[in-house]
């Protein structure tokens, strides 16, 4: 089973950046996509960004053009790149893997424990 270990949320100031990193770990038979959500008070969980295991990205309209998201397939990590952020982006980030835990099952979700992040005015 894969447990994912996130780091990077914390305080910024409007305008400012910051890069959200999440580390898998376990045994898993193949990767399907990786994806960083986010659930701001009061909200539902929405997807923020995604790659899958060919390396297209999509991101959510509200991101594009500020956030990147990256893959690093030999230390089994996920980064969200987050610019020009605004209080808008305010919320409890969440980073995702969709994949397979053996041959011949089914796809599986992994969640992280969350990261804060809090953007001040």
């Known amino acids: 089973q894969v447990q994912l270990v996130e780091s990077g949320g914390g305080l910024v100031q409007s305008g400012g950046s910051l890069t959200l990193s999440c580390a898998a770990r376990g045994r898993f038979f193949n990767l399907n996509a990786m994806a960083w959500y986010r659930q701001a008070p009061g909200k539902q969980r929405e997807l923020v960004a995604r790659i899958d295991r060919d390396g297209i990205t999509n991101y959510s309209d509200s991101v594009k053009g500020r956030f990147t998201i990256s893959r690093d397939r030999n230390r089994n990590t996920v980064s969200l790149q987050m610019n020009r952020l605004d209080s808008e982006d305010t919320a409890i980030y969440y980073c995702?893997?969709?994949?397979?835990?053996?041959?011949?099952?089914?796809?599986?979700?992994?969640w992280g424990q969350g990261t804060q992040v809090t953007v001040s005015a």
């Open positions: 995702n893997w969709n994949y397979k835990p053996s041959a011949g099952t089914g796809l599986s979700d992994a």
